[in-house]
């Protein structure tokens, strides 16, 4: 039903911003609920943020809310995930998520509840 691909990513400096987007093929966004997760090296993949599909309701993990903005451009087809005064600790690889599904917003921060994936994008905070 969509088919998503991740961009944006690249090295960054401590401090420094990206702006990550993710291009969906398919029906248009309205229709899903679409998320952003991250998997630092050699830990599990985490919830980041997430959209939701009829309302455009956003959710954030605590502590990223605040430096990190999701968004999407329906007529373009593409999620963004803004990032600002980011961290080593913020690198990780980043995927992006969708669901048909209309998600409550305590089911948003499950992987296991979306079942379209991108590729992964790989960002790396360094100085």
């Known amino acids: 039903q969509v088919q998503l691909l991740e961009s944006g990513g690249g090295l960054v400096q401590p401090g420094g911003s990206l702006r990550l987007s993710c291009s969906a093929s398919?029906?248009?966004?309205?229709?899903?609920?679409m998320a952003w997760f991250r998997q630092p090296p050699g830990k599990d993949r985490a919830f980041v943020a997430a959209?939701?599909?009829?309302?455009?309701?956003?959710s954030y993990v605590n502590s990223l809310k605040g430096r990190f903005t999701i968004s999407r451009d329906s007529a373009k087809k593409t999620l963004y995930l803004q990032m600002n005064s980011l961290n080593p600790e913020d690198t990780a690889v980043y995927y992006c998520?969708?669901?048909?599904?209309?998600?409550?917003?305590?089911?948003?921060?499950?992987?296991?509840?979306?079942?379209?994936w991108g590729q992964g994008t790989q960002v790396t905070v360094s100085s």
């Open positions: 398919g029906r248009n966004l309205y229709g899903y609920t």
């Open positions: 959209i939701k599909r009829a309302s455009g309701g956003t």
């Open positions: 998520a969708a669901t048909s599904r209309g998600l409550i917003t305590s089911s948003l921060a499950g992987d296991g509840e979306y079942d379209t």
